[in-house]
């Protein structure tokens, strides 16, 4: 089982008896990684257990995923929107590197999830602004940028604009002081259209919910 920090083993073993258990695709994944495999780092389990529980307690039936984690945020989403809105839940996903697209479809279509899922190859600001204008702005439930993407605040008023109104917004790799998501944070802290906090769960979560 793979975590966010050093935790010790008997820890690590009461994590996995109590969260919920991953798509069998994503274990697969991992059980590949773990055996040597040049694949895309996996996303902290702890991580992907506290994004699917926190997507189904939000309801969320339009999402927006941007970035790597080889796919796992969009599977872990797209599973998560089936089960709250049935064929009618969506996930748009943006990465314009290649090798995340072909491991990510794989991954989805392993998960029979793949249908759920629009893959746009475009960088995350341009993807965001064609799906604001294609008739999402102010529509989308929930957005996940993911810690491999470089964040700014062109991006985060971007994220704004396709939520809704009690939407959430998250950036995973809070932790790292250079992908700019303690500045945004920051910013966050003291923007009077959001409410924030930054949780600790996997690599650092700044989780923000748009209030007006």
């Known amino acids: 089982m793979s975590a966010s ?9 009461f994590l996995n008896e109590v969260n919920p258990c991953e798509p069998q695709a994503i274990q697969a994944h991992r059980n590949q990684v773990a055996e040597g495999e040049a ?27 941007v970035g790597g984690s080889a796919g796992y945020a969009a599977l872990i989403a797209a599973e998560a929107v089936r089960h709250n809105a049935g064929p009618g839940g969506r996930v748009f996903t943006f990465s314009d590197t290649g090798d995340f697209t072909k491991t990510a479809r794989s991954l989805w279509q392993s998960a029979g999830v793949e249908s759920t899922i629009n893959c746009d190859p475009s960088p995350a600001r341009q993807g965001l602004n064609d799906l604001a204008l294609s008739g999402y702005e102010g529509r989308i439930d929930f957005v996940w940028i993911d810690r491999d993407v470089i964040v700014g605040l062109e991006l985060y008023e971007q994220a704004l604009t ?8 998250v950036f995973a790799g ?6 700019g998501v303690q500045d945004i944070a920051r910013f ?4 009077q259209r959001v409410r924030s906090v930054v949780s600790t769960s996997g690599d650092g979560l700044l989780l923000i919910t748009k209030t007006s």
Do not use: C, Y
């Not at 694949?39 to 927006?64: I, T």
């Not at 396709?162 to 917004?169: A, S």
């Not at 809070?174 to 992908?179: D, H, I, L, P």
């Not at 966050?188 to 923007?191: E, F, I, P």
């Open 5 to 13: 920090f050093n935790f010790s083993d008997p820890w690590l073993r």
């Open 39 to 65: 694949l895309p780092d996996p996303m902290p389990e702890d991580e992907s257990a506290f994004l699917g529980f926190l997507l189904r307690q939000l309801d969320v039936r339009l999402a927006v995923q």
């Open 162 to 169: 396709i939520l809704h109104t009690g939407g959430t917004l």
């Open 174 to 179: 809070a932790r790292s002081q250079t992908s």
């Open 188 to 191: 966050a802290h003291k923007d």
